[in-house]
């Protein structure tokens, strides 16, 4: 399982990237009203939804293998994860719901005359998933920079001797 767990920093900026394009895609898609736009928003959303899952997964094993937490790291951990969660049943939701149009639009023609008030509504769901995606990332970013979560020890002695001019 150490495996898995070593994947989630090589593995957690690819649904963070992935996402935050989703939403920009779906933004320009609304903005130039080109179909282009709001059809690879929804590829991408896919692909984001996918990595979500795997860094989720991937950080559950990384949490398994760090044991040496302070109160407030622990604190963090949990902030992390619940962002992380939060995160991936947020989006996951929104590809539900944005399959769901797809299939009304794209293959049944329906509700074309609601198409642009979705289209809205899938960026303003977008902008709120990135909030999400933003918490996630600084309190994960924050336990690596200021507790050490998944540095090497090596690493952890060679930035005390900086630190302390050992």
């Not at 909030?131 to 970013?141: A, I, P």
């Amino acid at each position: 399982m150490e495996f898995f767990a070593s994947l989630h920093p090589k593995i957690v900026h690819f649904p963070i990237a992935l996402l935050i394009v989703y939403t920009l895609l779906e933004g320009i898609g609304l903005v130039f009203k080109k179909d282009i736009f709001t059809k690879a928003a929804f590829i991408i959303l896919i692909f984001g939804v996918l990595g979500a899952l795997a860094a989720v997964l991937t950080g559950n094993q990384a949490e398994e293998t760090w044991k040496n937490w302070s109160s407030a790291g622990k604190n963090l951990l949990e902030e992390h994860e619940t962002f992380a969660s939060i995160t991936l049943w947020y989006f996951f939701g929104v590809l539900i719901l944005r399959t769901l149009f797809v299939i009304n639009i794209e293959i049944k023609n329906k509700f074309v005359v609601h198409a642009t008030k979705m289209k809205i509504a899938f960026v303003i769901l977008a902008l709120t998933g990135c909030f999400f995606v933003y918490e996630t990332g600084e309190h994960g970013g924050e336990m690596v920079y200021k507790h050490g979560a998944g540095v090497s020890i090596e690493k952890q002695a060679q930035q005390n001797q900086v630190e302390h001019g050992d």
